[in-house]
């Protein structure tokens, strides 16, 4: 069997490989995740992945923001819009602070690596382990 070479990891299979509802696939995303494949994904993945363990399996925010930081520090993860090594930066720093702000990190790893001065909001609550909020 051919070994892959770039995989492009939609969220369902790192959802399945973190939350284990469903054996056989949890089993095949582990197959995957596990395997010598480069495996990419984007903040956006990460975000929809957060969203979903959250509010459809009740994992808490410091158990999904271990587990993100264990898979984006595999040697084999691609973070395609953000740099690797800010995002999981930004994940230690919302565990130290507060895990619910785990999206916050994310957006401001791809803030920071599309080299913004600043990020826009209207949100309040926003914080950013690197790059300065602007309320708008």
């Keep these: 069997m ?3 070479g770039r995989v492009f990891c939609d969220s369902s299979v790192l959802i399945r490989y ?3 509802d469903d054996p056989p696939r949890a089993f095949a995303a582990a197959g995957l995740i596990e395997s010598d494949a480069t495996l990419v994904i984007s903040t956006g993945v990460i975000l929809e992945v957060v969203h979903v363990l959250r509010t459809k399996h009740g994992i808490g925010n410091p158990r ?5 930081i264990r898979f984006l520090t595999r040697e084999q993860v691609e973070l395609v819009d953000a740099d ?3 995002a999981v930066a930004g994940l230690k720093w919302t565990l130290r602070n507060s895990a619910r702000r785990i999206p916050d990190a994310i ?4 803030a920071e690596h599309a080299g913004c001065d600043a990020i ?7 914080a ?3 790059v300065p909020v602007r309320l708008l």
């Design 2 to 4: 051919r070994k892959p």
């Design 18 to 20: 973190f939350a284990e």
């Design 64 to 68: 999904v923001g271990e587990g993100l």
């Design 84 to 86: 690797r090594a800010t």
């Design 107 to 110: 957006m401001a790893a791809a």
């Design 120 to 126: 826009a909001t209207f949100d309040e609550d926003f």
């Design 128 to 130: 950013s382990p690197s």
